[in-house]
């Protein structure tokens, strides 16, 4: 969700600078403010009772991180941590609050907001709930290429490690290799230089 910027100076946004891989917040916090990326990448994960990492999101400039916390008051489910030196506006949730109840229109713009990621959100569990690691992969890469402007075949540069697809999708490294190979003869994907187009 992206608010103006200068509206959230206004109401006492402060530019916080983190470095890679320095936390934002970290799971089990509370949250207190709305966090708005102005430069940089920000990766929300989780680390499962065996360690292993699943990403839920990587986020960059204008998007916000997980600002559906501040209107139900539960702690985060996720990290969040700069995958590079970022930058990030960072508004309390008191004046987030009165941001909303004094610019409704940015109120609705969000409630419509929320409703396009949970609609997301349902279809990517529905791909991960699959055993095929190839509709596990599309799923993902989908995804995010439902937010580019260009959606025609191998339009899209996938601007994720295979490691991250991997933690996104709860599948093995090497699984998701092979599935790629499997992808690219089947021309689902294209590979050049080690970059995948979708």
Same mark, same amino acid.
């Given at each position: 969700?992206?608010?103006?910027?200068?509206?959230?100076y206004l /109401?006492g =946004?402060?530019?916080?600078?983190?470095?890679k891989? *320095?936390?934002?917040?970290?799971?089990?916090?509370?949250?207190?403010?709305?966090y708005?990326?102005?430069k !940089? +990448?920000?990766?929300?994960?989780?680390?499962? @009772?065996?360690? &292993? *990492?699943?990403?839920?999101s990587?986020?960059?400039?204008?998007?916000?991180?997980?600002e559906?916390?501040l209107f139900?008051?539960?702690? /985060?489910?996720?990290?969040? $941590? =700069?995958l590079?030196?970022?930058? $990030?506006?960072k508004?309390?949730?008191?004046?987030?609050?009165?941001?909303?109840?004094?610019?409704?229109?940015?109120?609705?713009?969000?409630? $419509?907001?929320?409703? !396009?990621?949970? /609609?997301?959100n349902?279809?990517?569990?529905?791909n991960?709930?699959?055993?095929?690691?190839?509709? +596990?992969?599309? !799923?993902?890469m989908?995804y /995010?290429?439902?937010?580019?402007?260009?959606?025609? &075949?191998?339009?899209f @540069?996938?601007?994720?490690t295979?490691?991250?697809?991997?933690? #996104?999708?709860?599948? +093995? $490294?090497?699984?998701?290799? +092979?599935? #790629?190979k499997?992808? @690219?003869?089947?021309? %689902?994907?294209?590979? @050049?230089?080690? &970059? %995948?187009?979708?």
């Amino acid at each position: 969700m992206l608010i103006n910027e200068e509206l959230l100076y206004l /109401y006492g =946004a402060v530019a916080q600078s983190f470095q890679k891989q *320095e936390f934002i917040f970290l799971e089990g916090d509370l949250p207190k403010n709305y966090y708005q990326i102005l430069k !940089g +990448r920000v990766k929300l994960f989780h680390n499962n @009772e065996d360690g &292993k *990492e699943f990403i839920q999101s990587i986020l960059t400039e204008g998007q916000s991180v997980c600002e559906l916390l501040l209107f139900i008051d539960y702690n /985060y489910p996720v990290s969040a $941590v =700069a995958l590079k030196n970022s930058t $990030v506006l960072k508004l309390s949730k008191i004046n987030f609050n009165k941001l909303l109840d004094e610019h409704p229109v940015i109120s609705g713009d969000i409630n $419509v907001f929320f409703a !396009g990621r949970l /609609y997301q959100n349902i279809i990517m569990l529905q791909n991960n709930a699959s055993l095929n690691p190839e509709t +596990r992969l599309k !799923g993902i890469m989908g995804y /995010y290429k439902s937010f580019s402007q260009n959606t025609t &075949k191998f339009s899209f @540069e996938v601007p994720f490690t295979r490691q991250e697809l991997a933690s #996104f999708t709860g599948l +093995r $490294v090497e699984t998701v290799i +092979r599935a #790629f190979k499997k992808m @690219e003869i089947n021309q %689902i994907i294209k590979i @050049e230089n080690r &970059k %995948i187009y979708y």
